[in-house]
């Protein structure tokens, strides 16, 4: 089975511009969840999708958004780029079956990220 | 809520010796816990998960990790290091209030030196 796979892995944008980032998950999960990496706030919750709909989001400013479309393939767009957006974005994805402490027990999948220069 | 605290932010080690790296949780329930190993410019690999079976829980490349309630610990080991070994590691603890949400620690980078 394919992994995790986003793209592009590398972008540089400049501010005031906005971006969008795409993740395609492992064939058959249906939950697809975005983290933000900087070498100051380390690995940080940004939102998960599943079955198209949002479940739950971080604590990130509305700049950030995301959708999923039918197939699970998950988009996220950030907007008016400022510099402190400069991040590793990890998308992973999971089978997440169950609820409560079962959905916990789910393993959540990892692609390669996206690095995003904001100059 | 839940929270994971990695104690070293380094740790180095010789080729051939044993590698701990400490991490404690807290948690009001049986947490789901993992440990992930990135290294540079990758993405996160899963090395071992803990959901409330076996407390002594075996992961790929030769790591393990002991869940020990008492201590709120959970802990991973490896009896010998190998150079490839040496990337930044992640505690991580799921969240169970009906999302698929990962808490990290801080991350933990080894060194493994010749």
């Known amino acids: 089975k394919a992994g995790v796979t986003q793209t592009p892995r590398y972008l540089i944008k400049t501010r005031g511009q906005q971006v969008t980032l795409s993740c395609s998950p492992i064939?058959?999960?249906?939950?697809v969840s975005w983290y933000q990496q900087t070498p100051g706030q380390g690995l940080q919750f940004l939102f998960e999708?599943?079955?198209?709909?949002?479940?739950n989001k971080g604590n990130f400013p509305g700049r950030f958004s995301g959708r999923q479309f039918s197939n699970s393939r998950s988009e996220m767009n950030v907007s008016t780029l400022e510099l402190g957006d400069s991040a590793l974005y990890l998308c992973?994805?999971?089978?997440?079956?169950?609820?409560?402490?079962?959905?916990?027990?789910?393993?959540?999948?990892f692609g390669a990220g996206t690095r995003l220069s904001v100059l | 809520a839940q929270s994971v605290t990695q104690l070293d932010s380094h740790v180095s080690v010789s080729e051939g010796t044993p590698v701990l790296l400490r991490c404690n949780y807290s948690?009001?329930?049986?947490?789901?816990l993992f440990w992930y190993v990135q290294h540079p410019n990758k993405g996160l690999q899963l090395l071992l998960k803990?959901?409330?079976?076996?407390?002594l829980v075996k992961g790929i490349n030769g790591f393990e990790a002991e869940f020990k309630k008492s201590e709120t610990s959970f802990h991973l080991t490896k009896p010998s290091a190998h150079m490839s070994d040496a990337a930044e590691y992640f505690c991580?603890?799921?969240?169970?209030?009906?999302?698929?949400?990962?808490?990290f620690g801080t991350g933990t980078r080894l060194l493994v030196s010749p």
């Open positions: 992973a994805s999971s089978l997440a079956e169950g609820t409560g402490n079962l959905l916990a027990k789910n393993i959540q999948y």
């Open positions: 064939s058959g999960h249906r939950s």
């Open positions: 999708y599943f079955s198209e709909t949002q479940r």
């Open positions: 948690s009001s329930y049986s947490p789901s």
């Open positions: 803990y959901t409330s079976a076996a407390t």
């Open positions: 991580v603890v799921s969240d169970n209030t009906g999302f698929q949400k990962l808490v």
